[in-house]
């Protein structure tokens, strides 16, 4: 009884979740992490997780980005797929190299992407992503303030929901493995 409860709730979650992503999401054309061109659709056709935030930072950064690998094993355990991507808001000190070293710490499959200011807009205001500088700490350098949620996106690059970073990893691996079976 209770598993069903939890599918109901799970179900009319992403019904409601549905209408807060329906202006969500578009195409961008970006680098990644080892200089090579990627857009909005994974290329093995993965459902993926994509956060929004810099290699650097220390808060909620470090937070939401093991948050996200922990996920992707979960959902790798039962058999799905499942890509990490990290889009930066700080592309001065994101650049390839730096956040292949970077995001290697927390999965090997995790992506960073990158690219001139231009470009990373445009995905910016695909995904209604705002952000800004609040000061420089000595030893970190630029802090920015900028948006928790984990988007969650099909392997076409559709978003199909928001996820705060507050659910714990076996919460969040359950509901995309919902989204995966119901793809």
């Known amino acids: 009884m209770i598993r069903l409860s939890v599918a109901l709730i799970l179900c009319a979650g992403m019904a409601s979740a549905q209408a807060l992503t329906d202006d969500l999401g578009g195409a961008f054309t970006l680098i990644d992490h080892t200089g090579s061109e990627r857009t909005e659709s994974d290329p093995d056709g993965r459902h993926q997780l994509v956060f929004f935030g810099y290699a650097n930072c220390q808060e909620i950064c470090s937070a939401a980005l093991p948050l996200m690998a922990t996920t992707v094993e979960i959902v790798e355990e039962a058999g799905g797929q499942l890509r990490p991507v990290m889009i930066t808001v700080d592309p001065v000190r994101d650049t390839p190299e730096a956040m292949a070293e970077a995001l290697e710490v927390f999965h090997p499959d995790f ?23 609040l000061f420089v700490d000595p030893f970190y350098g630029t802090v920015f303030s900028h ?34 079976e119901a793809s």
């Open 147 to 180: 948006g928790s949620f984990i988007y969650l996106l099909n392997g076409e690059g559709d978003v199909l929901t928001l996820l705060p970073p507050v659910l714990g990893p076996e919460m969040m691996a359950e509901i995309v493995t919902g989204y995966l």
């Open 111 to 133: 992506v960073g992407l990158t690219g001139s200011e231009a470009a990373l807009q445009v995905a910016y205001d695909a995904y209604s992503v705002e952000f800004e500088e």
